[in-house]
């Protein structure tokens, strides 16, 4: 499984951005989609999960209501759309899918990762 992220840059506190992740290859392996993020000097933290099937959603308290995953199954697609943005949002974005049936913020359970695309907020 291949994963392509897209959708960052620079944006002022209080803006929005949409983060896309294409997936590709032996999508049917995969049941969960998340995204993560990891500030520099920082561990990487999860940001939020959604399963293929029936879109149920897991959200890091740190975005819930603000944030938005989604998804889109025709074309293999995860969306981030980020609302009302923080300085402390910024980091770099990786969008990871995992094998297990069951939305999950423990990096450990994802088995596929992509390239990351960063996302900075100005104050």
């Known amino acids: 499984v291949q994963l392509q992220a897209s959708g960052g840059g620079l944006v002022q506190a209080g803006g929005s951005l949409r983060l896309s992740c294409a997936a590709s290859?032996?999508?049917?392996?995969?049941?969960?989609m998340g995204w993560f993020r990891q500030a520099p000097g920082k561990e990487r933290e999860f940001v939020a999960a959604i399963r293929w099937s029936d879109g149920s959603t897991l959200y890091a308290d740190s975005v819930r209501g603000r944030f938005t995953i989604s998804r889109d199954n025709a074309k293999n697609t995860v969306y981030l759309q980020m609302n009302s943005l923080k300085p402390e949002d910024t980091a770099v974005y990786y969008c990871a899918a995992s094998r297990y049936p069951l939305t999950n913020s423990n990096s450990d359970m994802y088995h596929y990762w992509g390239q990351g695309t960063q996302v900075t907020v100005s104050s």
């Open positions: 290859g032996r999508t049917g392996s995969t049941y969960v």
